[in-house]
């Protein structure tokens, strides 16, 4: 059965004040599953053309703490402990951060981890030509 999700790109803005950012992962909730998650795919090379002196390490770090909320738990500290639905709440809030999340946005779907792949692929992992549109 499908069920209704929503998500946000993870963005990296490696000098907020220049507003230039590049899309590193997909952050998805699908309540009626019960299903939060993020995948993060960091092009070093595209992530140096906008700012050759960005800290990837930081960078990695953040991701992983961004992930870990996402898991939820203890490790998460206090945001661990919230539902998953408030946790995808949390971390979609506005910031003006290194790492930043889209505007929500919303779709349908039967299998949300097979969505996220999907988004992943079409808004993040430029590894190959765009997949052509279904005709």
Do not use: I
């Amino acid at each position: 059965m499908a069920e209704l999700f929503e998500y946000a790109l993870v963005r990296v803005v490696p000098r907020v004040e220049r507003g230039e950012c590049m899309n590193v992962g997909v952050l998805l909730w699908c309540q009626g599953a019960g299903y939060l998650d993020v995948r993060c795919v960091l092009d070093a090379g595209r992530l140096a053309a906008l700012d050759p002196f960005l800290d990837l390490a930081a960078l990695r770090t953040h991701l992983a703490a961004l992930h870990q909320v996402c898991v939820g738990g203890p490790a998460a500290g206090a945001a661990g402990v919230m539902s998953p639905g408030e946790r995808f709440r949390w971390l979609t809030a506005p910031r003006s951060t290194v790492v930043q999340t889209s505007p929500v946005h919303t779709g349908v779907t039967a299998d949300p981890a097979a969505e996220l792949d999907r988004l992943v692929a079409l808004l993040v992992d430029r590894q190959g030509p765009p997949a052509a549109a279904a005709g």
